[in-house]
């Protein structure tokens, strides 16, 4: 048995990453009660995903999402992708983003 290769955690992946959580409309929450992180899914209503947070390791503070690509083991995930957003640490290259997609993003940018 040979292992599935991990996929790899480049800068072009978040991109991609970003630009489909904004599409797709991912949000993230923290609970007042408990300081837990979720995400919105993309494509189900109603469904949330937990991420787990450390605001002391400055590079990469989000370390795991249970949605289904983090749980086979890709570094690089939408609901990641967008804690990143909102936390200044990933910025959005608008130059990289699909035509098609740029309406519905630029008013999610509008709406921040
Ligand atoms: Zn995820």
Known sequence: MTEKPTKPDTPERW???LTRALYDGVR???SP???EWVATSGSLIGRFYHLEVYPSR???P???CDCPAAEHEDPVC???ARWYFDHNYLDLDVWAVPEKMMDVIQG???ER
């Open 108 to 110: 999610v940018l509008h």
């Open 15 to 17: 991109q991609e990453a």
């Open 62 to 64: 989000v370390i795991t």
């Open 78 to 80: 939408k609901h990641r």
């Open 33 to 35: 009660y408990t300081g």
């Open 28 to 30: 993230v929450y923290q």
């Open 58 to 60: 400055r590079s990469k």
